[in-house]
């Protein structure tokens, strides 16, 4: 099991990219897998998740070559996937599982989808409903409807369906459905997700209208493939930007850094807590993609998120967390529940961690209350193997007072493959 020994950063001066965007490479696979033709993918993300995405379509009969770490080219199905020979594993990702399976609920075979144990306590009702209505059969294996999840596809038939709860990976799971369903499929949520998947489909050639918070697709149809520049993530430029924040003095520019709207509530947040950031769109389509300039100087000041700011900030929550221990007064986070079940519970080894580093937390059923502007002491402590609390944990750690060390933390590779050696970078650059 690995672990990440973390020293205090005296400056920050810096430069640099982040690797690609997870969420765009997962759907670039995706959709090139079943397109018509040739997909070129450049910088694609060569973490685990995205990978597990990228051998699930190998077994699903796609021809891959990994021409570069970060490039791609695949030959697409059009349409006509291939049975898999054996269950496919999705690994530590849930995007992978929820997406393939409306895909794979189209096709006239039966797929099984598992994936490790912290994938296996994910609840998969929320995909298992809309699909079922399409006509897919699935079973959910797991104690309340959780993984693994045998999937017989079927010719599926259009649905009208209004979400529960605000989340692009449902959205993501039912527009693929509806790739391959006969007549007009009514998709809604309460409030908007994360819209890489709408942004993406016109770019194979896909058609569908908005209409308020509705999107209505008519099918089957046909994707072309097509060459797809993947921009840097913004959840992974997240955690640098609230270290040049909360580091007094330090400068940092971020280059070719993914700035979909549906993804930047952070910079919002900390735009309220008093931080220094500017940022500039700079290629608009299909995503976003930008630079985001930060000043650490002012000190920063305790906000409130919650409601419809939530979906947009659903993964920077841990790290945002970081940040409200850097801020005077009191940060209330709220209605972010969904934490709970993510690859561990965020909201109750977030509170427990920051206490550790010496930061008064108060843990709610829907979010935390965090009470900042007290210095941070260095600590020992769990990642319980979630990717997103290691790294927050370590950026916590270099703006802390003496030795940090952050256990199990093989799985930042998820996510952000070459993590630790930027940190050894940054304090090489600041001592």
């Not at 090139?32 to 995405?53: K, V, Y």
């Not at 913004?234 to 330090?250: H, Y």
Request: glycine share 10%; aromatic share 4%.
């Amino acid at each position: 099991m690995s672990q990440l020994e973390i020293r205090p950063l005296r400056k920050l001066s810096a430069e640099f990219t982040v690797p690609g965007d997870k969420s765009i490479s997962h759907r670039g696979i995706m959709l090139g897998g079943i397109a018509h033709g040739t997909t070129r993918i450049r910088g694609f993300l060569p973490g685990e998740d995205c990978l597990s995405t990228l051998h699930a379509f190998q077994a699903l009969g796609c021809r891959v070559d990994r021409v570069a770490p970060d490039e791609v080219v695949m030959e697409g199905r059009n349409g006509h996937l291939l049975a898999p020979a054996e269950p496919i594993d999705c690994g530590n990702s849930g995007t992978t599982m929820r997406l393939l399976a409306g895909m794979v609920a189209g096709q006239p075979f039966t797929t099984r989808l598992f994936g490790d144990a912290s994938l296996s306590r994910r609840p998969m009702a929320r995909i298992a409903e809309p699909l079922r209505l399409f006509g897919a059969e699935i079973e959910c294996e797991g104690t309340g409807d959780r993984p693994p999840l045998t999937i017989r596809g079927q010719q599926l038939k259009a649905i009208t369906f209004k979400s529960k709860v605000a989340s692009a990976q449902v959205k993501s799971c039912v527009l693929l459905a509806a790739l391959q369903a006969q007549g007009k499929t009514d998709f809604s949520e309460p409030s908007l997700s994360r819209d890489h998947t709408e942004r993406l489909l016109p770019a194979f050639g896909a058609t569908f209208r908005k209409e308020k918070n509705h999107l209505i697709m008519h099918g089957p149809q046909r994707l072309e493939g097509t060459d797809l520049e993947v921009p840097g993530d913004f959840s992974s430029g997240a955690f640098w930007i609230v270290l040049a924040a909360g580091l007094p003095g330090s400068k940092l520019t971020l280059r070719r850094l993914g700035l979909n709207p549906t993804r930047t509530a952070l910079l919002s947040a900390l735009l309220r807590m008093g931080a220094g950031i500017v940022e500039k769109v700079e290629e608009p389509l299909p995503e976003p993609i930008g630079t985001v300039y930060v000043e650490g100087g002012s000190e920063l000041r305790a906000t409130t998120v919650g409601g419809r700011e939530i979906p947009a900030l659903i993964d920077e929550i841990p790290i945002l967390a970081a940040a409200a221990a850097l801020a005077k007064g009191i940060t209330e986070i709220r209605e972010a529940e969904e934490l709970r079940h993510k690859e561990s519970d965020r909201l109750a080894v977030m509170a427990k961690n920051l206490r550790l580093f010496g930061v008064p937390v108060e843990e709610r059923p829907d979010g935390l209350a965090i009470e900042g502007g007290r210095s941070l002491v260095g600590a020992e402590v769990e990642s319980h193997g979630d990717h997103r609390i290691a790294m927050s944990c370590a950026i916590l750690g270099l703006l802390a007072k003496g030795k940090t060390l952050v256990k199990d933390t093989d799985c930042i590779e998820t996510s952000y493959p070459g993590f630790a050696k930027q940190i050894a970078l940054l304090q090489e650059l600041g001592r």
